[in-house]
């Protein structure tokens, strides 16, 4: 096993990666590698990950994360829409700790299209074992530029996702744990609220970062609803028709609901009717609901 000195990538380790590979970070990809073993340790830890540990992550990049990971004992199930930095993972965990190459597996697909578990390659020592992969924890520093839609995408179609923690932009963070009536309040956060509880976590660094971002980066945690809330949500509305409520109120925030719900019911008048037969207030305005009262709304217009 590589000593603990050279076992996580160091700032020059990421540049020289990244010039062997011709790799030039992208804005249009959002990419910002970590260079930090103190922040990837962190994150690991916050994340509650433990040895024997099934780890979903998205956007790998160099591999920084992904070795703090694999030394904390995990498998990793990593995801990389960029072919070469797929092609190198693999590699790098190699020639920096060969015996935890079994315990990665790699996919170079966008995240946005994995549709199931079975879009997702299997650590060897999983296949081996005849284990089911079913990745429990998903941690990852994601592209900020797609950050909510590879999350909410992630957790509708791989429910064994138990405890999500992962680092994004500090105003995309505080979106997704905001609660009602909050400035921050919004289609993500109540989005998010569907599928389980979010937190914020620690604040990082620019510093920890190349090429260094010009926005703040915080962590924020998810952990899912247990199965039988979920079920008693979906017996009552279907996330589609639930989505499709919260987008429509969240459209023209300023609006009421009776005006904002106005398209989506046929008219202003049949929103009110919706509105009221779920006990909600018309004059209210969408940041000032909770997810029951989205889940009670659509509800009301299928039983309507």
């Not at 609660?179 to 990082?204: D, F």
């Not at 962590?219 to 996330?239: D, F, G, K, Q, Y």
Request: charged share 20%; hydrophobic share 45%; glycine share 6%.
């Amino acid at each position: 096993m590589a000593n603990v000195e050279n076992y996580l990538l160091t700032p020059a380790d990421v540049r020289a990666l990244a010039e062997g590979l011709g790799v030039r970070p992208t804005k249009t990809l959002g990419q910002n590698f970590v260079h930090d073993a103190g922040t990837v340790r962190k994150i690991v830890r916050e994340a509650g990950v433990q040895a024997g540990d099934y780890v979903l992550e998205v956007g790998p990049g160099l591999g920084s994360l992904t070795l703090a990971l694999l030394e904390a004992g995990a498998y990793v199930s990593a995801v990389e829409i960029d072919e070469r930095l797929a092609a190198a993972l693999p590699q790098t965990v190699g020639a920096r700790a060969p015996e935890k190459a079994p315990n990665l597996a790699v996919t170079c697909r966008d995240a946005l299209t994995v549709s199931g578990v079975d879009d997702l390659a299997v650590p060897q020592v999983l296949r081996e074992a005849g284990e089911s992969a079913t990745p429990r924890f998903l941690v990852a520093n994601l592209p900020y530029n797609v950050a909510v839609p590879v999350l909410l995408t992630l957790l509708e179609v791989l429910p064994s996702l138990e405890r999500v923690l992962v680092m994004v932009q500090s105003e995309v963070a505080e979106r997704l744990a905001a609660q009602p009536g909050s400035r921050t309040y919004g289609v993500p956060s109540v989005k998010a609220a569907w599928y389980g509880t979010a937190l914020m976590g620690s604040k990082i660094s620019r510093s920890v970062f190349w090429p260094v971002p010009n926005v703040d980066s915080s962590l924020v945690a998810l952990t899912r609803h247990p199965n039988s809330e979920r079920e008693a949500l979906s017996a009552r509305a279907t996330r589609e028709d639930v989505f499709a409520v919260i987008d429509a109120a969240f459209a023209q925030r300023r609006k009421t609901l009776r005006a904002a719900l106005g398209t989506w019911a046929g008219s202003p008048a049949r929103a009110e009717d919706i509105l009221r037969a779920a006990g909600i207030d018309p004059s209210l305005r969408g940041e000032k609901l909770a997810l029951e009262d989205f889940v009670a709304i659509a509800e009301a217009a299928r039983n309507a």
